[in-house]
């Protein structure tokens, strides 16, 4: 088996022949998705494996590895957030590490309407195809898979991660989402070995209720702070009125206040706030501008 067949080789009961060119992406070999997110997939699509535990890729036979830690982040404009708002554009960043002595990976990565693998999936948003990282690329649907892949196109060097790319979440109402991928770091020797390690991952991205109003990120003219708060939250406009709503990850709202004055700073009491992150949606006129703040 050559070790260009980095990651996705993943189909039983195919040649060796074929899976050899796997090592630029499955699914653009018409072959599985390895994310796990379409294992419970029915008819021609049963039977997409978990990680890399079918024949022709490395690491086939073993088991997902603690020695590789692997995660899925949705930004917005490098602020990590838990919820998406229906139609507005996010940055998805995959991040890993090995403690083995590995030099290369391939990886498989993608969204999932709903928080579960089902008989039928279906794509949660859609992914820009254009500002790529290298040695990547957006793969639609294909004879094995449901659900559009990102995936390397050749073996990538493990010192380029994280990879970052551009995701639009899915219209308003479509609920919760997903966010799928695999990692396998390979130790380049030529040989499938226990010197091959992957693990997956996994992440649930709530929609944010109508109700929040949450349309823009930041910008300079707001500040929020301290962040961290421990007892009070000031926010601050340079200019113009403005209504601040406070919102948990949970799309509860937790405060509200107005600033009816140019210039004036608004406090909000922390100090009864539970600890954990909270959206601040300030809203002047048609403009709406949120930030995540940390509440210890």
């Excluded at 653009?28 to 039977?47: K, L, P, V």
């Excluded at 940055?91 to 083995?100: A, Q, Y």
């Excluded at 949660?124 to 957006?138: C, D, E, K, S, Y």
């Excluded at 301290?226 to 000031?234: A, E, G, I, Y």
Aim: hydrophobic letters at 40%.
């Amino acid at each position: 088996m050559k070790k260009k067949v980095l990651l996705f080789g993943l189909v039983a009961g195919m040649g060796s022949l074929a899976l050899s060119s796997y090592h630029s992406g499955a699914a653009a070999n018409g072959q599985y998705d390895c994310t796990g997110a379409e294992t419970a997939a029915t008819g021609s699509f049963a039977g997409n494996p978990t990680g890399c535990t079918n024949g022709g890729c490395h690491g086939v036979g073993t088991a997902a590895s603690t020695a590789v830690t692997t995660s899925i982040e949705l930004d917005s404009a490098g602020v990590a957030t838990t919820h998406y708002k229906g139609g507005m554009t996010y940055t998805v960043k995959l991040m890993g590490s090995t403690t083995g002595s590995n030099t290369y990976y391939g990886f498989q990565m993608n969204a999932l309407k709903g928080t579960a693998s089902a008989a039928s999936n279906a794509d949660a948003g859609t992914w820009g195809t254009t500002g790529l990282p290298a040695n990547t690329q957006v793969t639609a649907p294909t004879a094995g898979t449901q659900l559009t892949c990102v995936e390397q196109t050749r073996a990538i060097a493990a010192s380029t991660l994280p990879l970052s790319f551009t995701w639009t979440a899915p219209a308003t109402g479509t609920g919760s989402i997903s966010l799928w991928a695999v990692l396998n770091f390979v130790n380049h020797n030529g040989s499938a070995d226990a010197g091959d390690l992957w693990n997956t991952t996994m992440s649930v991205i709530a929609e944010w209720p109508a109700s929040t109003g949450v349309a823009e990120v930041a910008t300079a003219d707001l500040k929020v702070f301290p962040n961290p708060t421990v007892d009070v939250l000031n926010i601050d406009m340079t200019a113009g009125n403005c209504t601040v709503t406070v919102f948990d990850l949970n799309g509860r709202l937790v405060a509200s206040g107005d600033r009816t004055t140019n210039g004036q700073t608004l406090s909000i009491n922390t100090a009864s706030w539970a600890t954990g992150v909270y959206q601040v949606v300030v809203a002047s006129g048609a403009d709406r501008k949120v930030v995540s703040v940390v509440k210890k």
